[in-house]
């Protein structure tokens, strides 16, 4: 992953992002770690596919084929 | 990523790009960076999938392999 | 696998890991070991995909690719 | 991407190419560039999946791994 | 492919294992080989997808990118 | 590409080789080169999937990708 | 491809081995050769996946990604 997406990525550890995933999913948490596969670590991450119903993950691990999408939060 | 396609990036720098991804989804924002697996960054951006409501988006990064096409503004 | 996925999944083993894999099915194992595709050991693994009928699978090899979410246990 | 295909696209440069992409689009458009992925610069694109409205696209970057078939000018 | 599985992988050379396969086939058979992509060779193979119907399927060479999850014996 | 389908496509250069591709389509087109992503290069390639109507291609560039069995003449 | 797959193909060569294809299709016929990627030269080749209307496809190169499994001759 060259220097564009790890800079906005190292920028954005230990603060809230928004993850759109292939298949439909959309996760929110915060940015632990990431790699440059974009294999990423949330924490305290929900799942906001359905707004009207938000389920608490706590910690994860998204393998980052799998990645659509990472919305840094705004600055 | 060979030359044309990194040379019509590096132009783009700053400027208003389209992405249409896999999957049906249209992005309008301006280009931020960019890496050879055509992983992008994007400021300001637009979801313009749908005409009537297109959606305000910020800061995305979109991995590579989303991307179908990529126009660049024109000149 | 960078240092973020690897350092969660190095703290995980010996402990209840929930894997979410494309395709729908969910499952839930101690985790034996892993490596940098993410292919994963679970040991005790249940398919929790459909939460009527927890099926006992006992230990597995998951193919990496097919992984979208691994879930370290609380801490 | 060996020398029989580099050596039509090399020759096809600043001429109209036909490429089927997977999901069905069909653009046409004056090649600009390629690389050893088949990722392609076209200008002048033109959107020919419906013939009966086509659409102006400009210069555009193709991702290499969406396209099916490039046709050359004929000679 | 690391140790964790590798390991499993050898200690069931010459015995049975079940495997899950993309597009939702099982096969039941005597693990004889396996190598880095998971390609596995299986002898005394038996699709189980139906269990009203099982096939005796002999030697097979399954190619790795369709495996889903392998289960060894139990110890 | 090792040897067996190496020397195969290499007698088939300059005869007409039948060409089944994931999705559906079937060409049929004169060999004009190869590479060992199993890029194909054809000339007076004919679109023979709907054999009521065969559409006429000219010279095409196939991305190896979309191969699924490459026929060549009998001999 | 390991020795353990690559022994068995290596044994059939010359004998009449059995493919199953992505999408369905099986293929039966004598391999002719073989390589890492297990793209596959077969000779006599018959189209055995409705076999009803079996169909005579003579020498074939069939690209490896689209195999699920080869079975071997029985020994």
Redo the contacts between chains.
Sequence with gaps: ?????A???EESVGKTVLIR???GRSLRGKL??????????LEDTEDISDTNSIQQ????????????????P??
């Design positions: 992953m060259a220097e564009a997406a800079k906005i990525l995933l292939k298949g632990q770690g990431f790699d440059q596969h974009m294999n990423l670590v993950l706590g910690t994860l691990i998204i393998r980052g084929d799998n990645v659509i999408i990472i919305s840094p705004p600055r």
